[in-house]
């Protein structure tokens, strides 16, 4: 384990950013205007510009130079004032939010409260997959033009966390190009603002050609001051390791935020190149359909095996995650037994202990199941989204076969793979998710409450329903007494665990390596944000 990783393992249920800085060196990269640009590459494409329409972590690190919430984060994943400058509770459910002044979005226009009220309306919409950062928002209320009211259902003790990704959209903007509403991304609709965008951020992102490129240049009428020097960025997704590699070992490219983990300890050694070690806040886990009274895709008849706890405890003893660890991810992971990261308010280290691979006891669960020979299903998952996500499938499908469970691996780009689990076309899927508020209730919420509307369950794919579990999610929305709230989502952790609704493998660590012209620091949220970067313009 590397130092980086240790210090975040022993340190508090809030996280600890680790803000390495790299030393300066040579490059100065080719630019479509004067000044420095940062080519940065990954695998990943993102989905769209509409900044209410996907939460997806590739697109929202895009987006966030765009777009920007009443409040951010800064470099400790502490809130501070964005589009707000101060905020005040007024009652136990009311907050007042005083709007910057001075701010235009990209195309000139001033920023007022009509465009957050907007933008709450809009995020609101059964379209979007980003509803649950407006969950216990009851109402946004115009006081003037730069004062506005946050009202809630109930006290809400994470708000501000919350709305970090409740991002502010021009509401005449979008008026005037026919984007009133979020995108409809699961249908594959397009609209002006999916293609466009218009935020008042720190960049203003000039193109994008899907699978090809990102533009972006650095916004000269932002409101604040920056600590990077970065122009113009070009974000390039690459979906081969080997190419992707070669772009930043010849030059083409300065920085990749996921470079493949076989890697990473061949690339320590090279001169030119430092590595950016990291935790990530992001669990990989496999969800199962608990819903369906036939399995879709299995070769039961009228019986659904994901209904038994004793078939998905059989998967989950058969999965060996440190063998995962160890020769998947070449020890860039850490093997997990529940939904969340370590980091993150709601992990305990007792909680997150795997029960030890058990073949045998896998195969007498199965029996007792009345599943002795087996049965078979398929495994959808993605091929370019999470770290090594198509090889963690193919390790899973050989480790289940030992138990006599035939898992038919289906791997797809992300792109394809997202609109078909929001369908629930699938009977079995690898999924990663990040707590973006640094708080269990995120993935809780998204992924275990019952679903009831655009945001409860927003990524229940498997369709749980467990009314203790429920009962604790929604307490721990207004609970505000913090032991109380703590014990809650200990809880509602623990009784996901304990009933295998689903099956975690492991929260990933990720490295990212650049130039040593480029000077930056990591995101456990792993979303780079290029106002913290700098790029040496002194070539060596």
């Known amino acids: 384990m590397t130092r980086p990783i240790a210090a975040w393992l022993a340190g508090s249920a809030w996280p600890v950013v680790f803000t390495w800085v790299l030393a300066a060196c040579s490059l100065l990269a080719p630019s479509l205007s004067a000044g420095i640009t940062l080519r940065w590459a990954a695998q990943s494409d993102i989905l769209t510009l509409d900044p209410h329409a996907q939460s997806h972590t590739a697109t929202s690190a895009i987006l966030q130079h765009a777009y920007e ?284 202990r795997r029960e030890p691979v058990n073949l045998k006891e896998a195969k007498s669960l199965l029996t007792e199941a009345g599943y002795g020979e087996g049965f078979e299903f398929t495994l959808d998952c993605s091929n370019n989204r999470y770290v090594n996500d198509e090889e963690i499938c193919e390790a899973l499908v050989g480790m289940w076969a030992r138990i006599g469970v035939k898992a038919r691996l289906n791997a797809m780009p992300f792109a394809n793979f997202i609109p078909k689990l929001e369908k629930f076309d699938s009977s079995a899927y690898l999924l990663g998710w990040g707590a973006t508020t640094y708080d269990a209730l995120n993935s809780l919420q998204s992924l275990v409450r019952t679903r009831a509307n655009s945001a409860d369950g927003s990524y229940n794919m498997g369709r749980i329903s467990d009314p203790r579990i429920d009962a604790l999610i929604d307490g721990a929305k207004s609970e505000t007494e913090p032991a109380k709230r703590e014990a809650m989502v200990k809880e509602a952790l623990q009784l996901t665990a304990q009933n295998y609704y689903y099956l975690p493998i492991h929260h990933q660590v990720r490295p990212w390596a650049m130039k040593k012209s480029v000077r930056t620091i990591h995101k456990s949220d792993d979303r780079p944000e290029t106002r913290f970067a700098v790029v040496s313009a002194e070539a060596k």
């Open 69 to 352: 919430g009443l409040v951010r984060y800064d470099s400790n994943f502490q809130i501070e004032p964005a589009l707000a400058a101060s905020w005040t509770r007024t009652s136990p459910t009311e907050w007042r939010f005083n709007l910057r002044k001075g701010v235009k979005f990209h195309d000139g226009a001033p920023l007022t409260t009509e465009d957050v009220v907007f933008s709450f309306e809009r995020l609101k919409e059964a379209n979007s997959s980003m509803t649950s950062h407006v969950n216990n928002i009851k109402e946004v209320r115009r006081v003037d033009d730069f004062t506005v009211d946050l009202i809630l259902e109930k006290p809400l003790p994470i708000l501000l966390r919350n709305i970090v990704d409740f991002r502010i959209m021009s509401k005449a903007w979008a008026v005037r190009n026919k984007s009133e509403k979020a995108q409809d991304l699961k249908n594959k609709e397009e609209t002006f603002a999916s293609r466009n965008a218009n935020g008042t951020g720190s960049y203003i992102i000039r193109s994008w050609a899907p699978e090809q490129r990102v533009v972006m240049e650095r916004n000269p009428a932002w409101w604040d001051t920056a600590p990077g020097n970065v122009d113009e960025v070009m974000y390039t997704p690459i979906r081969q390791d080997a190419t992707r590699m070669a772009a930043l070992l010849s030059g083409e490219v300065d920085l990749v935020t996921d470079p493949p983990t076989e890697d990473v300890a061949r690339l320590r050694q090279n001169n030119a190149l430092r590595i950016l070690d990291g935790p990530e806040i992001r669990t990989i886990f496999i969800g199962l359909d608990q819903h369906s009274e036939e399995l879709k895709y299995g070769s039961v008849r009228g019986r659904n095996p994901f209904k038994d706890i004793r078939v998905r405890r059989a998967l989950h003893l058969a999965t060996d995650a440190e063998a995962i660890r160890r020769n998947t991810m070449h020890g860039l992971s850490i093997p997990a037994a529940i939904l969340v990261a370590p980091g993150v308010n709601g992990w305990s280290r007792e909680l997150d």
